[in-house]
Protein backbone atom coordinates (compact mmCIF):
# COMPACT_ATOMS: atom_id res chain seq x y z
CA UNK A 1 0.00 0.00 0.00
CA UNK A 2 1.30 3.25 -0.34
CA UNK A 3 -0.22 6.45 1.66
CA UNK A 4 0.39 10.11 0.51
CA UNK A 5 -0.51 12.62 2.98
CA UNK A 6 -0.63 16.07 0.66
CA UNK A 7 -1.36 18.94 2.82
CA UNK A 8 -1.33 22.38 0.70
CA UNK A 9 -2.01 25.66 1.87
CA UNK A 10 -4.51 26.90 -0.83
CA UNK A 11 -6.31 23.60 -0.67
CA UNK A 12 -6.30 24.08 3.05
CA UNK A 13 -7.07 27.55 2.92
CA UNK A 14 -10.10 26.46 0.73
CA UNK A 15 -11.56 23.89 2.88
CA UNK A 16 -12.08 25.81 5.59
CA UNK A 17 -13.67 28.57 3.53
CA UNK A 18 -16.16 25.65 2.51
CA UNK A 19 -16.25 24.71 6.39
CA UNK A 20 -17.08 27.97 7.36
CA UNK A 21 -20.21 28.42 4.75
CA UNK A 22 -21.64 24.94 4.68
CA UNK A 23 -20.31 23.13 8.07
CA UNK A 24 -19.70 20.28 5.69
CA UNK A 25 -16.20 19.47 3.62
CA UNK A 26 -17.17 15.50 2.61
CA UNK A 27 -19.22 16.58 -0.39
CA UNK A 28 -15.34 19.02 -1.39
CA UNK A 29 -13.51 15.75 -0.45
CA UNK A 30 -15.56 14.05 -2.75
CA UNK A 31 -14.97 16.26 -5.35
CA UNK A 32 -11.34 15.87 -5.15
CA UNK A 33 -11.32 12.34 -5.35
CA UNK A 34 -13.66 13.07 -8.38
CA UNK A 35 -10.84 15.38 -9.66
CA UNK A 36 -7.74 13.27 -8.76
CA UNK A 37 -9.54 10.42 -10.10
CA UNK A 38 -9.81 11.75 -13.16
CA UNK A 39 -6.59 13.23 -14.00
CA UNK A 40 -5.29 10.08 -13.19
CA UNK A 41 -7.16 8.40 -16.16
CA UNK A 42 -6.22 10.76 -18.61
CA UNK A 43 -3.01 9.73 -18.19
CA UNK A 44 -3.37 6.66 -19.83
CA UNK A 45 -5.37 8.37 -22.55
CA UNK A 46 -2.21 10.76 -23.23
CA UNK A 47 0.50 8.27 -22.38
CA UNK A 48 1.90 10.73 -20.58
CA UNK A 49 2.20 11.91 -16.50
CA UNK A 50 -0.48 13.93 -15.47
CA UNK A 51 2.18 17.24 -15.96
CA UNK A 52 2.52 15.86 -19.72
CA UNK A 53 5.48 14.35 -19.25
CA UNK A 54 5.57 11.41 -22.07
CA UNK A 55 5.92 7.73 -20.46
CA UNK A 56 8.84 5.53 -21.65
CA UNK A 57 8.31 3.24 -24.48
CA UNK A 58 7.68 -0.57 -23.61
CA UNK A 59 10.61 -2.51 -23.83
CA UNK A 60 10.89 -4.60 -26.56
CA UNK A 61 10.48 -7.80 -23.62
CA UNK A 62 7.22 -6.00 -23.19
CA UNK A 63 6.17 -6.01 -26.56
CA UNK A 64 7.06 -9.99 -27.09
CA UNK A 65 5.22 -10.48 -23.79
CA UNK A 66 2.32 -8.66 -24.76
CA UNK A 67 2.41 -10.34 -28.66
CA UNK A 68 2.72 -13.91 -26.79
CA UNK A 69 -0.33 -13.41 -24.58
CA UNK A 70 -2.60 -12.41 -27.35
CA UNK A 71 -1.83 -14.54 -29.81
CA UNK A 72 -2.33 -14.65 -33.73
CA UNK A 73 0.43 -12.10 -34.24
CA UNK A 74 3.25 -14.54 -36.14
CA UNK A 75 2.92 -16.30 -39.60
CA UNK A 76 4.04 -20.01 -39.29
CA UNK A 77 7.84 -19.16 -40.06
CA UNK A 78 7.72 -17.40 -36.78
CA UNK A 79 7.90 -13.99 -38.21
CA UNK A 80 5.64 -11.32 -37.44
CA UNK A 81 2.09 -11.32 -39.51
CA UNK A 82 0.89 -7.49 -40.77
CA UNK A 83 -1.09 -7.85 -37.87
CA UNK A 84 1.15 -8.71 -34.89
CA UNK A 85 3.55 -5.76 -36.90
CA UNK A 86 0.75 -3.47 -35.98
CA UNK A 87 -0.35 -4.41 -32.42
CA UNK A 88 3.50 -4.11 -32.03
CA UNK A 89 3.85 -0.64 -32.88
CA UNK A 90 0.54 0.87 -31.48
CA UNK A 91 1.58 -0.85 -28.13
CA UNK A 92 1.51 1.99 -25.44
CA UNK A 93 2.78 1.87 -22.06
CA UNK A 94 0.70 0.79 -19.34
CA UNK A 95 -2.08 -0.42 -22.03
CA UNK A 96 -2.93 -4.02 -21.32
CA UNK A 97 -5.30 -6.21 -22.99
CA UNK A 98 -7.36 -5.90 -19.68
CA UNK A 99 -6.88 -2.30 -19.25
CA UNK A 100 -7.12 -2.73 -15.25
CA UNK A 101 -4.76 -0.23 -14.08
CA UNK A 102 -6.45 2.36 -16.07
CA UNK A 103 -10.10 1.14 -14.49
CA UNK A 104 -8.97 0.43 -10.95
CA UNK A 105 -9.52 3.60 -9.29
CA UNK A 106 -11.31 4.13 -6.22
CA UNK A 107 -11.69 6.77 -3.65
CA UNK A 108 -13.09 7.46 0.02
CA UNK A 109 -14.03 11.06 1.15
CA UNK A 110 -14.56 11.92 4.74
CA UNK A 111 -15.17 15.20 6.25
CA UNK A 112 -11.43 15.68 7.09
CA UNK A 113 -9.47 13.67 3.96
CA UNK A 114 -9.53 11.70 0.71
CA UNK A 115 -8.03 8.25 0.11
CA UNK A 116 -7.54 7.47 -3.67
CA UNK A 117 -6.02 4.54 -4.62
CA UNK A 118 -6.00 1.96 -7.23
CA UNK A 119 -6.04 -1.56 -6.39
CA UNK A 120 -3.83 -3.38 -8.83
CA UNK A 121 -0.96 -4.80 -6.77
CA UNK A 122 1.65 -3.15 -9.24
CA UNK A 123 0.30 0.28 -9.65
CA UNK A 124 3.21 1.93 -7.10
CA UNK A 125 5.84 0.02 -8.79
CA UNK A 126 4.01 1.56 -12.55
CA UNK A 127 3.74 4.80 -10.77
CA UNK A 128 7.31 5.18 -9.32
CA UNK A 129 9.49 2.47 -11.11
CA UNK A 130 11.55 -0.47 -10.12
CA UNK A 131 14.22 -2.49 -10.72
CA UNK A 132 14.84 -6.35 -11.64
CA UNK A 133 16.95 -6.37 -7.99
CA UNK A 134 14.19 -4.84 -5.91
CA UNK A 135 11.02 -7.50 -7.38
CA UNK A 136 12.80 -9.95 -8.89
CA UNK A 137 9.84 -11.79 -10.82
CA UNK A 138 9.95 -8.95 -13.48
CA UNK A 139 11.19 -9.40 -16.73
CA UNK A 140 13.53 -6.03 -15.81
CA UNK A 141 13.91 -2.78 -14.95
CA UNK A 142 10.31 -0.95 -14.93
CA UNK A 143 10.81 2.62 -15.39
CA UNK A 144 8.32 5.19 -13.86
CA UNK A 145 5.05 6.14 -15.40
CA UNK A 146 3.38 8.52 -13.22
CA UNK A 147 -0.18 8.68 -13.50
CA UNK A 148 -1.95 9.98 -10.50
CA UNK A 149 -0.85 13.39 -9.90
CA UNK A 150 1.64 13.23 -6.89
CA UNK A 151 5.01 13.82 -7.15
CA UNK A 152 8.03 11.34 -6.30
CA UNK A 153 8.94 13.53 -3.12
CA UNK A 154 5.05 13.73 -2.00
CA UNK A 155 3.93 17.33 -3.69
CA UNK A 156 1.07 17.36 -5.94
CA UNK A 157 1.50 18.43 -9.34
CA UNK A 158 0.42 21.94 -10.47
CA UNK A 159 -2.23 21.06 -12.60
CA UNK A 160 -3.35 18.38 -9.95
CA UNK A 161 -3.52 21.57 -7.49
CA UNK A 162 -5.11 24.21 -9.87
CA UNK A 163 -7.88 21.76 -11.36
CA UNK A 164 -8.45 20.96 -7.20
CA UNK A 165 -8.79 24.36 -6.26
CA UNK A 166 -11.01 25.29 -8.94
CA UNK A 167 -13.62 22.55 -7.94
CA UNK A 168 -13.06 23.76 -4.45
CA UNK A 169 -13.90 27.17 -5.51
CA UNK A 170 -16.80 26.23 -7.93
CA UNK A 171 -18.05 24.37 -4.85
CA UNK A 172 -17.91 26.96 -2.69
CA UNK A 173 -19.87 29.41 -4.85
CA UNK A 174 -22.69 27.11 -5.33
CA UNK A 175 -22.78 26.75 -1.40
CA UNK A 176 -22.82 30.74 -1.13
CA UNK A 177 -25.34 31.29 -4.10
CA UNK A 178 -27.22 28.36 -3.47
Known sequence: ????????????TMLKRI????GNTEPA?????EVVTEISKRSFDNSASPDGTPWAA???????????KIGGNYKKDGTLSKKGQTRA???RPLIGQSRDLQRQ????ATADSVTISNSMVYAAMQQ???TKQQFPHLWGNIPARPFMPV???????????AEIVQVMQDYLDDIISG
Open 1 to 12: MLEITYNDGNIQ
Open 58 to 68: NSEATILQYLE
Open 19 to 22: MAAA
Open 29 to 33: MRAIG
Open 89 to 91: INK
Open 105 to 108: FSYV
Open 128 to 130: FGG
Open 151 to 161: ATDGSMMQQAE
